[in-house]
């Protein structure tokens, strides 16, 4: 059964890095686009960068670049999304999703990472 | 990049129809047929329900269909269950960024 699993919650101060996972399995990744979306506390859902696994290609939505970092391993089917320096602002529940190069829609979905930064 | 325009909220009584629309612009809904749409129920991630504008995945319903007239998309729920009570995004491909944008959200209720 293909499947996204994240890494687990995350309670950090303001000022700290962060590195979240999203690792498939089930399936090779290599053919496929990672996203990350993000949901602040009852509010709707954002695009905020997508990586192709078999080479790194990164594409991030306009608003996002420079406030996070997405990357990946494709040799253990692994993306990432990454602080350098945390904000408040940035609690939210970040998902994970997968789709096949070729596909425009986003299939398969992480269980998502709850991030709360607070002081 | 602004997000898609989606009614905040649609309520109908059970076994009633419903559409959700989703307005964007020509860089995004109405330059690509890469319409998809996701029900969220509260405390889960999503689950795409439509991609390319109409076509349905194995495994959904097919009370949820989708369409596509210019600039907005449109997603119909006829028969409506009460499982159907969830929030609804549209998202579609986008010029910008080459990357994809998401609709506002829909809160559907059901009476």
């Known amino acids: 059964e293909m499947q996204l699993v994240q890494s687990g919650a995350e309670v950090k101060k303001p000022g700290e890095s962060l590195k979240i996972s999203c690792q498939g399995s089930g399936y090779s990744f290599t053919n496929h686009w990672v996203g990350w979306v993000r949901q602040m506390p009852g509010k709707g859902l954002e695009w905020v960068a997508i990586i192709w696994l078999a080479n790194s290609n990164t594409k991030y939505s306009p608003s996002w670049q420079g406030q996070v970092t997405i990357s990946a391993d494709k040799s253990i089917n692994t993306a990432y999304l990454q602080w350098s320096s945390l904000k408040a602002s940035d609690t939210a529940m970040y998902y994970c999703a997968s789709t096949m190069d070729g596909n425009f829609f986003w299939d398969y979905w992480g269980q998502g990472t709850l991030v709360s930064v607070s002081s | 990049q602004s997000a898609l325009t989606q009614p905040a909220s649609v309520s109908g009584s059970l076994g009633q129809s419903i559409t959700i629309s989703c307005t964007g612009t020509s860089s995004d809904v109405g330059g690509y047929n890469f319409v998809s749409w996701y029900q969220q129920h509260p405390g889960k991630a999503p689950k795409f329900i439509i991609y390319d504008v109409s076509y349905r995945p194995s495994g959904v319903s097919d009370r949820f269909s989708g369409s596509k007239s210019g600039n907005t998309a449109s997603l119909t729920i006829s028969g409506l269950q009460a499982e159907d009570e969830a929030d609804y995004y549209c998202?579609?491909?986008?010029?910008?960024?080459?990357?994809?944008?998401f609709g506002t959200g829909t809160k559907v209720t059901v009476l």
């Open positions: 998202s579609s491909y986008t010029r910008s960024g080459a990357t994809y944008v």
